[in-house]
């Protein structure tokens, strides 16, 4: 049974460009959620796609945006990359009425803005 | 405010040995879950234990207990028996309202968990 699985697993982009990170759900989820983990942190919530919509949305700018697609996937795209956005970015996926909420996570993408 | 607060940024004990890492958490919502997850230099988030706000008996699972005092506001993990396999970094999180819906969890700072010979 495949898990979480994201692509690139590390990329290197430099200021002002644009970046698309991508997600495969757990087989049989059909919620993603996107997170951005920096050094040392924990993660912070990015924003939540369920039946290709997007259902919430945490604290991030219009330049963080999402698709999701008919097989569940997802995209993550990031416009005009801040040296701020250099993080860990992970991808969760889930049942949308799961009985614990229990989210399942990818390995993440490592993007590094130079 | 911080919802979610780990104070303990490192931690160490020795292999076998038991170890608590503590976790406090701020909410006004009377339905939330507390979960804890294990990351690994690896980067994945693994999922350790669950903690409804009206589970009346904390929860274990294996190895992992969470000690769940509601008055306090106080979720801690506590691991028996530790294994060098265990060294990893450490999330307490909070997801608010109801578990029929998927909502995001907020998470805390992280604990690194150390295991020595």
């Known amino acids: 049974d495949a898990g979480v699985t994201q692509s690139p697993t590390h990329l290197i982009k430099t200021r002002g460009q644009q970046v698309t990170l991508r997600c495969s759900p757990k087989s049989g989820h059909d919620t993603v959620s996107w997170y951005q983990q920096a050094l040392g942190q924990g993660p912070q919530f990015i924003f939540q796609?369920?039946?290709?919509?997007?259902?919430q949305r945490g604290n991030f700018p219009d330049r963080f945006s999402g698709h999701q697609f008919p097989n569940y996937s997802s995209e993550l795209n990031v416009n005009a990359l801040l040296l701020g956005d250099s993080a860990l970015y992970l991808c969760?996926?889930?049942?949308?009425?799961?009985?614990?909420?229990?989210?399942?996570f990818g390995e993440g993408s490592r993007l590094t803005v130079l | 405010a911080q919802k979610i607060t780990q104070t303990q940024p490192g931690m160490f004990v020795q292999e076998k040995e038991a170890v608590t890492l503590d976790c406090t958490y701020d909410t006004s919502d009377p339905s939330y879950g507390l979960f804890w997850y294990k990351q690994p230099s690896s980067g994945e988030m693994i999922f350790l234990i669950y903690q409804g706000s009206y589970d009346q008996q904390n929860a274990t699972e294996g190895r992992y207990s969470l000690n769940f005092q509601k008055a306090r506001k106080s979720a801690n993990l506590v691991i028996s028996a530790s294994q060098l396999g265990d060294s990893a970094m450490y999330f307490c999180?909070?997801?608010?309202?109801?578990?029929?819906?998927?909502?995001?969890?907020?998470f805390g700072s992280g604990t690194q968990l150390t295991v020595l010979p």
């Open positions: 969760a996926s889930s049942f949308p009425s799961g009985t614990t909420g229990e989210l399942f």
């Open positions: 999180a909070m997801r608010e309202g109801h578990s029929g819906s998927a909502r995001q969890l907020t």
């Open positions: 796609y369920y039946e290709e919509e997007e259902r």
